[in-house]
Every structure is written in structure tokens, then in C-alpha cells.
């Protein structure tokens, strides 16, 4: 050998010699690329992304350009833009009002509160006050949902659909829950409709269908919406919608904010107070949202040397209900209210000043909703029993918790 070919195995005189003049396997220059192996190079090649890398290494910029350019270049922007659009368009009929009713009126009479709908405006953004087409919102969906969730505890075939029968099982399931936020939906418009009936210019049964045809249709709008939003695995769509809504009225109660603490004259005092309890408070609730406790899982069916193998963990949410409890208790603490409205009774109009806020039942009798419903919608979703059997199933176990009856009381 001449010293600066590698050949192991004998391999030269079987190959023929290489093109640089080589009787035999690799030499050192052989590395180096020539120009008949930059014209089999590809975009997206090998070679290429191997002389790329070398570019950027040596100093070059290409790196971050070609970092935006493989960004732009997928998928991910235009789901953004998407996602963005659908938002635009579920803020844009909510200042596209139904016809025949004074809106200033209406919007002033829920701005004291005390009733489901001033409550309910404020999830939907304040569409309910601008009586716009999208005044529902989601919250047909929402009540199917839930109603459909409480519904598997009682009749355990629903139960079995949405988790033993795979996808299809929970597509049927989804269909159901389209049809009940469709019949929420005509219930919660025509009862809309009767409650600004007293604000309505010119009311007849007319004006009565044609309203609640456009209110019902605007839900199933926006239920499709979120539906193509879930699409898109960029977050939930329901909750995507919930919160765009609530944050577009942030705007204004900053503003409302700023105008109070100017006329008080205490606006340098007041102000970082206020800013400075935002900022913790959202910190704290998302601390708390994403806080959760990991009990770590043993499996039969994996080894490591010396005994079985720690490779996963069981997460569960310290916080698994989220604001459903307090949408729950507040929408029944101010049913008395509209009830009130309806039928003036003695009875009901006491009831809703001692649950009113500021009245003497209001704390404790929240308090206790809240704890009520945060319980149950916890147990709703997260069966101990159902967890157990999952783990049986998939050979899991949690160390030092037996198999068996000891691992629901220990999940519970």
C-alpha cells in the first residue's frame, strides 16, 4: 500500500479501482465531493442537508433563513391564519343585530346583573346585550354536553358508546350531542326572544319565528365553527371561542378602570394595584390549570435489569373540572332572578335578594354550589373505577397499591 489508502478487507481489486485514479479502497481525498455527485445531490437529500449544515457551521446565515423558510413553508401558518380568521368571523355577528329592538335599552336593563342572561353576556363577549345573530354563542353546546355527560351516569349504553367502541362509537356519540345543542339552541332563542319582548317595537309571531330561526341558526354557526377549530389541533374550540369572547371586553373595562381612577384622582396609586393583582392572579390560575400530580405506573410487560421497569406515570389534574363548577353555581344562583321576572312571587323575589350578590346567602350558598359541582364533575370525569380497569388491562400497577378493589380507594 502507498501509505494513504485504507483497505481492510482486500477490497481494491474486486472494486476496480476508484475514478481518481485509486487501484483500491477509500482514499483520503475521497471525501471531498466532485462535480458527478453535486448533480445527484437533492433538495432534500442527504448530501444536501449534510452541506448545508457545513455552510452554517462555517459562520454562514443561511441557517435562520432557511429555519423561516421551512416555517412558512408548512402547514403550521396557515393553520394559525385559519384559526385567527374563524376567531374574526364568531366576533364579527355578534355586531349583527336581529331586527326590531332597542338594543340601548335592552343592553342597560343587563348591566345591573342578577339574572342568567347579564351572566351569560359575559361569556359570550357581550353579544347578548347587542342582541347580534350570534347571541347564543356556545352555550346550546355546552348545555348538550353536559346534560350528555350527566346522561352516562344513568344509562351506562351511552357510556359504553363514547368509551368502548373506538371512533365510530364516539362520532355517534358527538352526533348526539349536535342534536341536543340543536333543540338547546331553539329553546334558549325563542325564550330570548320572549325576554326582550318588552323592548320590541312591533312584536308578533312573526317577528317571533324569524328571530329565533336566526338566533338557532348563528349557534349552529359557531358550533361548526369550533367544531373546524378542534379540526385544526390547535387547542379546543369551544374554548378558544369562550375566550376570545371574554377577552374582547377587557378593552373596555380597562378602560372604565382608567376613567375611575382619573376622576379619583388617585390613578398612580390605584393603578399598579390593579395591573399588579392581574398579572398574579392569571399567574396563579395558571399555575393552578396546569399543576397536576404524577403517580408514577408499573407495567408486567416491560423489564429493566433488576425488576420491572418505571417508565410512565398516571396524571391527574388538580384542577380536572376547571370554571365549569362556577358556571354551574352562578347560572343557579341567578335562576331565582329570571324566574322572578316571569312569575313576581313573594317567594321567588326573597329568594333571588338573598342570593344576589351582596345579599346574606350569597357566599356561603356559592361556596357550597361550587364545592358540589367541583366534586361531581370530577368524579364525572374521572371514574376511579374505570381508571382501574384501564390499568388492569393494560397489565399497570402502582407501586405499593395491590391489584384490585385497593386501587379506586387509592385513586379516590
Known amino acids: 500500500a502507498d501509505g494513504m489508502t485504507w483497505d481492510p478487507l482486500g ?35 442527504v448530501m444536501a442537508l449534510s452541506r448545508g449544515g457545513r455552510v452554517n457551521a462555517m459562520g454562514g446565515s443561511g ?13 403550521l401558518p396557515g393553520k394559525i391564519a385559519t ?20 338594543r340601548a335599552a335592552f343592553a342597560e336593563s343587563l348591566s345591573g346583573g342578577g339574572n342568567v342572561l347579564g351572566y351569560v353576556d359575559t361569556l359570550t363577549g357581550g353579544s347578548i346585550s347587542k342582541l347580534g345573530i350570534f ?12 346534560i350528555f355527560q350527566l346522561l352516562t351516569t344513568v ?75 378542534n379540526e385544526l389541533k390547535l ?23 382608567l376613567k ?39 407495567y408486567s410487560t416491560r423489564f429493566q435489569a433488576g425488576g420491572l421497569a418505571k417508565s410512565s406515570y398516571l396524571p391527574f389534574k388538580v384542577n380536572s373540572a376547571g370554571v365549569m363548577p362556577i358556571i354551574f353555581a352562578s347560572s343557579l344562583l341567578a335562576l331565582p332572578a329570571t324566574l322572578a321576572r316571569f312569575a313576581p312571587s313573594p317567594v321567588l323575589i326573597g329568594a333571588a335578594k338573598a342570593v344576589y350578590p351582596g345579599g346574606a346567602a350569597y357566599v356561603p350558598v356559592n361556596i357550597a354550589l361550587i364545592c358540589f359541582f367541583n366534586y361531581f364533575y370530577t368524579f364525572l370525569q374521572l371514574e376511579p373505577k374505570d381508571v382501574a380497569e384501564q390499568l388492569k388491562r393494560q397489565g399497570a400497577s402502582i407501586p405499593g397499591v395491590r391489584p384490585g378493589a385497593t386501587t379506586p380507594d387509592y385513586i379516590t
Open 235 to 257: 387547542g379546543n374550540g369551544t374554548s378558544l371561542l369562550i375566550f376570545t369572547n371574554i377577552i374582547s371586553s377587557l378593552p373596555s373595562s380597562f378602560g372604565q378602570t
Open 11 to 45: 477490497l481494491g481489486n474486486a472494486m476496480g479501482g476508484r475514478s481518481r485514479g485509486n487501484k483500491g479502497g477509500w482514499s483520503v481525498g475521497d471525501n471531498e465531493w466532485n462535480s458527478d455527485e453535486r448533480s445527484l445531490e437533492g433538495a432534500g437529500s
Open 83 to 102: 384559526v385567527l380568521a374563524l376567531l374574526v368571523v364568531s366576533r364579527v355577528g355578534t355586531y349583527i343585530p336581529i331586527s326590531g329592538v332597542d
Open 63 to 75: 441557517g435562520n433563513n432557511n429555519t423561516f423558510n421551512d416555517f412558512f413553508g408548512g402547514k
Open 260 to 298: 375611575q381612577a382619573n376622576d379619583a384622582g388617585d390613578s398612580a396609586t390605584v393603578l399598579p394595584v390593579f395591573f399588579g393583582a392581574f398579572a398574579l392572579t392569571t399567574l396563579g390560575i395558571v399555575y393552578v390549570q396546569e399543576a397536576e400530580r404524577k403517580i408514577p405506573m408499573n
Open 155 to 229: 344509562f351506562p349504553s351511552l357510556g359504553k358508546l363514547q368509551k368502548e367502541e373506538g371512533e365510530a362509537g364516539r362520532r355517534k356519540f358527538m352526533q348526539y350531542q349536535r342534536y341536543g345543542a340543536l333543540g338547546f339552541a331553539i329553546v334558549q332563542a325563542v325564550g330570548q326572544c320572549l325576554y326582550v319582548r318588552p323592548y320590541v317595537e312591533n312584536f308578533s309571531v312573526t317577528w317571533l319565528v324569524e328571530s329565533s330561526c336566526v338566533l338557532t341558526a348563528g349557534a349552529m354557526i359557531l358550533l361548526y365553527i369550533g367544531e373546524v377549530l
Open 135 to 146: 347571541s347564543l354563542g356556545i352555550v346550546p353546546y355546552i348545555n348538550s354536553s353536559i
